[in-house]
């Protein structure tokens, strides 16, 4: 059975940081894509960063840009997202998903990813 597991979430003042992790499992190899996407209350969902199975390739949403950092250690099957500098406008539920042997050797911004996890509330609010 193949599970996506995040945490991490909570609440954070504006300019805080928190670290989201994802924890994958059922896959039997590391050939797997991995990309968050956030939903805001009323929101499209929104691509916010993705990273190749084997994280040669890297994206950012222009949003987050230089305040995320999205990481993987595939000895752990675990992706971080490292969130810095934190908005109001931040604050959403957080998804991990995941593509399994992938067409493509780039990832995508895009919800097209056959798995999800249940998500994690992120709050940035004083």
């Known amino acids: 059975q193949l599970q996506l597991v995040e945490s991490g979430g909570g609440l954070v003042q504006p300019g805080g940081s928190l670290r989201l992790s994802c924890v994958v499992s059922g896959f039997t190899t590391n050939y797997y894509h991995i990309a968050w996407f956030r939903q805001a209350p009323g929101k499209e969902r929104e691509g916010v960063s993705c990273i190749t199975h084997s994280g040669n390739i890297i994206k950012y949403a222009d949003s987050v840009n230089g305040r995320f950092t999205i990481s993987r250690d595939n000895a752990k099957n675990t992706v971080y997202l490292q969130m810095k500098s934190l908005k109001p406008e931040d604050t959403a539920v957080y998804y991990c998903?995941?593509?399994?042997?992938?067409?493509?050797?780039?990832?995508?911004?895009?919800?097209?990813?056959?798995?999800w996890g249940q998500g994690t509330q992120v709050t940035v609010s004083s």
């Open positions: 998903t995941a593509e399994s042997s992938p067409s493509s050797p780039i990832c995508s911004m895009l919800p097209r990813y056959g798995y």
